[in-house]
């Protein structure tokens, strides 16, 4: 039986791989036709609203573990291992 964590992220790689079929198969000038003009640039109150979005999860993603005087960045929202680099 596949975990919550497991069967999203099967879920996503799915879904990523039909993206990229799309992507392949119409071509990009048919896949982005309904995408915003350039001219329809978000504003700085958009860019903020993103960026404050984006601090918010990043710390809440900051947390202490037994074991570390620091705190640890847990990878994101649904999955909640740590990020460890070798």
């Given amino acids: 039986m596949l975990s919550a964590s497991n069967a999203s992220r099967r879920q996503f790689l799915a879904s990523a ?3 990229a079929g799309a992507a392949i198969a119409l071509g990009p000038s048919r896949l982005f036709a309904n ?3 350039f ?3 978000p504003s700085v109150d958009d ?3 993103t ?3 984006a ?3 990043l710390a809440g993603n ?3 573990a037994p074991g570390y005087d620091q705190p640890l960045l847990f ?3 649904s999955y909640q291992g740590i990020w460890l680099e070798c």
Avoid: H, M, N
Wanted: charged fraction near 25%; hydrophobic fraction near 30%; include cysteine.
């Fill in 47 to 49: 860019w903020q609203r």
């Fill in 35 to 37: 995408s915003p003009s």
């Fill in 39 to 41: 001219s329809d640039q």
């Fill in 17 to 19: 791989a039909c993206t």
């Fill in 55 to 57: 601090i918010a999860v």
């Fill in 75 to 77: 990878e994101g929202s």
């Fill in 51 to 53: 960026w404050d979005g």
């Fill in 62 to 64: 900051l947390r202490k």
